[in-house]
């Protein structure tokens, strides 16, 4: 590890006697590694310690190197910063004497030391290149991308087809009359399983929703791709019988590609706790929770850009009406307000007349003006959306994902770093879920979803078998008409959107327009057409799809593939099928395809 001793703030400035002792002991016992770090700010405080870190270079022999200490892109960006520690209360002493911004040459930083003035120029120069012979030093390294899944078995293929066996009796699969068909599907799935390495992965979802079973903790019945998985809903980690539900495999998994296995799973939220308990406990499987960097939105950006041109506006007053403000506001209850005589003072000195005294109400008006119309706020408040817009979207505190963790077949805070935060019983990854996918780590999403609880504490009050897609009749029309008029409580639907949405595309006189095809229209298949049209994708076939327009290819064949989507290719799985029966694709192949476009990398670019 190399060391850098690092600013003003580091330990051979700061510490006690006996610290400084204790760490210049070891630099010179690791001067082989270890560099004393000069800076080019203007101030006395950083020109002395310049001066004793080049004499202690001198006594110790480790090398001095020049550090810029970068808080800022550029002037611009430095002028953000500034503003948000206003709003955010957040200050360092002496801070407006530093030079805080990026240097983009060896003339600009030489000129910065130039006008410091602490020391020699040859000395300075030296440390520069430093810079050039820590770099070198850095050994070339490999990222470790292949795919980590948790082995917690010894002999996980055996186990795999044995909880087959258990499945296809306890599913009572043996007894229907396409059983070859079922078993074709196991064979072909299986393939694909062991090509990819997969097995000891379901197996882990197999005992983790086993457990849940175990426990009375009642999970989703299957969500995303997996459900094309017959072997999923054998082993009980899915609901969804895909051959009955006609519901293709490859688009989970395929023998064509390798790629790492995501189940996404819905968990009663008041038993996610329990979950990720038995998980962590688990031995053998690492885990740690996933970082997330919480970002400031527009609405939080002019929050806190009018709380600065507050400050600054207070700042601005003279030392009589500071005190004055204060004598006042103390002699008050929190809720009274200043004498208008008062107010108009400091609104007369104040350097930000669009932010009065009152700032919160101007930012609340703000916020709701850009709400109706951004464009119309950013012309009556340029100069505040200046810096709103360089603080927008900067990372100002980090958490953890609400539903994602990762596990590992070998220790995570070894392999990639994890810290803790006092709100988060678990250890968190210091990298992000991007670059965990691109290691190629297990992630496991424990999503809370309400109406999975809410369904299952109204069956058990109601003293009935828990609903599953296998138990309930997804023709009742009554039912159907009932989510139309109302869509509480169902899941994607609520909303203003969703709402009226679903009653102009399930009304009666849309119906009847499906019925020209089909005389028992597939709600469910509608609605999940409809669930695509109302995100942004969905676009190009909204309006149609809500007044029962039937598209037609002019091939009769396609016509017929789409019928039972009324002639719309929306669903990955038909589109995989679509590129395998039309376009000569193997199923493989045209999963590779569908995988490309279906990316939501990017999409905000």
Known sequence: ILVSTACLGGILHNGTDAIKDKFIAFLAKNKHRCFLEIQHHN?????LYNQYLYKLSKSIGVPLIAGTDTHALNKEHLEGRRMLQKAKGVGFANENAWDLIFKCSVKELMDAYR????????????????TNVLADMIEEFELDESYKYPHLWADSDRLFLEKIRQGIIRRGVDKYPNYQEYLDRIDYELAAYRHNGAIDFMLLMEDILGWCTQNDIQVGYGR??????VIAWLLGITEMDSIKHGLNFDRFMSTERVSLSDIDTDFPPSRIDDVKKYIFSKTGLYCCDIVTFNTIALKGAIRDICRAFYVENLENQSEDVLTEIKKYENSLSPDAVLPDALIEKIERNSIHPEIPYDYMKRTNEICSLVDEDEEKARKLYPKLFEYVDLVNGTIVSVGSH???LTCSPHSVTD???TFTTSTSEYPISQIYMKEIDGLNYVKLDLLRLDTIEIINETCKLAGIERVTPDNLDITDINVWNSMRDDTTQIFQWEGE???????????????????????????MTLLSIGNSAIRPAGASYRDD???GVIRKSGSKAIDEFLKPTFGYLVF???????????????????????????????TKE
Do not use: W
Request: aromatic content about 8%; some cysteine; proline content about 2%.
């Open 43 to 47: 101030v006395e405080e950083q020109k």
């Open 115 to 130: 006008l410091q003035n602490a020391l020699p120029e040859d000395v300075v120069r030296a440390a520069i290149e430093n």
């Open 224 to 229: 995303g791709s997996v459900n094309g998985s």
């Open 402 to 404: 609400p539903c994602g």
């Open 415 to 417: 392999h990639i770093g």
């Open 497 to 523: 959107t969703g709402n009226n949405y679903i009653k102009k595309l399930l009304s009666d006189e849309n119906i009847k327009k499906f019925q020209k095809i089909d005389k028992n229209v597939d709600r």
């Open 545 to 547: 799809l809500a007044n």
């Open 572 to 602: 990955q799985c038909q589109i995989i099928n679509f590129l395998h029966e039309y376009c000569g694709f193997t199923m493989g192949e045209a999963d590779v395809v569908r995988r490309h476009f279906s990316k939501k990398q990017f």
